[in-house]
C-alpha cells in the first residue's frame, strides 16, 4: 500500500527541539522527493523545505533556515523533520509530502499530520 | 517568496459553478506551468485535484477543472455538489513552492 505514516502528536516546552517522522511504504523510495509543509491552527499551508532523498540535500525556506533540518535514512524509507528553539508560534501541522523525480512538480501524496503543539 | 493570492471564500449553489482564482506572479504562477491545486476537508490532509495548470488526476471527478491566463490560474468546480465544501489550495513550484492563502468553498 502507497502510503507516508508520520509520527504522533508531540507537545514541547518553548525553547525544545521536536523530530518528525515520515515512513514511506509501497513505492520505490528514492524515485521522489520529500517536502514538508506546515499548518497552523485555522491557517493555511507553508511549505518549509525539501530533501533530495538520494543523496539527502535539502533546500529550506528562508523563514526556518537555521532552524531546520531534514534527513532520511533509506535503509528504512524514513524520513525526518527536526525543529530547533520551538515558540509558541511553531504550534502546528506538520504534514510530509511527495514530489515525482522528474515530474510536474505536485503533491501527489501526503501524510497524515503529526500535531506539534508548543505551550509552558 | 509571497503567497499567491486567493479569495477568502466562494459560495455557490448544488448544481452551479464556482471558480477561485489564484494570482501570483511572472516568477511563479505566469512563468511556469507548475500549478497545482488541493481540497482539504476539516482535520483531514490536503489532496491532489489539479496538476500542471489543468490536468486531472485519476479518480477525480471532471467536474474539475483547471486553466491559467497570465499570472492568474484558476479552479473550477462545475455543478457543485455538497462533498466539495472544503478549503482549497492553489501552488506553484518554480525555484521554491508557494501557496496561496486558501479558499473556502460553501454549498449553500
Known amino acids: 500500500q502507497v502510503q507516508l505514516v508520520q509520527s504522533g502528536a508531540e507537545v514541547k516546552t518553548p525553547g525544545a527541539s521536536v523530530k518528525v517522522s515520515c515512513k514511506a511504504s509501497?513505492?520505490?523510495?528514492?524515485?521522489?522527493?520529500m517536502h514538508w509543509v506546515r499548518q497552523a491552527p485555522g491557517q493555511g499551508l507553508e511549505w518549509m523545505g525539501i530533501i533530495n532523498l538520494t543523496g539527502g540535500s535539502t533546500n529550506y525556506a528562508q523563514k526556518f533556515q537555521g532552524r531546520v533540518t531534514m534527513t532520511r535514512d533509506t535503509s528504512t524509507s524514513t524520513v525526518y523533520m527536526e525543529l530547533n528553539s520551538l515558540r509558541s508560534e511553531d504550534t502546528a501541522v506538520y504534514y510530509c509530502?511527495?514530489?515525482?523525480?522528474?515530474?510536474?512538480?505536485?503533491?501527489?501524496?501526503w501524510g497524515r499530520g503529526t500535531l506539534v503543539t508548543v505551550s509552558s | 517568496q509571497s503567497a499567491l493570492t486567493q479569495p477568502h471564500s466562494v459560495s455557490g449553489s448544488p448544481g452551479q459553478s464556482v471558480t477561485i482564482s489564484c494570482t501570483g506572479t511572472?516568477?511563479?504562477?505566469?512563468?511556469?506551468?507548475?500549478v497545482s491545486w488541493y481540497q482539504q476537508h476539516p482535520g483531514k490532509a490536503p489532496k491532489l485535484m489539479i496538476y500542471?495548470?489543468?490536468k486531472r488526476p485519476s479518480g477525480v471527478p471532471d467536474r474539475f477543472s483547471g486553466s491559467k491566463s497570465g499570472n492568474t490560474a484558476s479552479l473550477t468546480i462545475s455543478g457543485l455538489q455538497a462533498e466539495d465544501e472544503a478549503d482549497y489550495y492553489c501552488?506553484?513550484?518554480?525555484?521554491?513552492?508557494?501557496f496561496g492563502g486558501g479558499t473556502k468553498v460553501t454549498v449553500l
Open positions: 500542471a495548470v489543468s
Open positions: 509530502a511527495r514530489i515525482e523525480v522528474g515530474g510536474d512538480r505536485y503533491f501527489d501524496l
Open positions: 501552488c506553484s513550484y518554480a525555484g521554491s513552492v508557494v
Open positions: 511572472s516568477s511563479d504562477v505566469g512563468g511556469y506551468n507548475y
Open positions: 509501497g513505492y520505490i523510495f528514492t524515485s521522489y522527493y
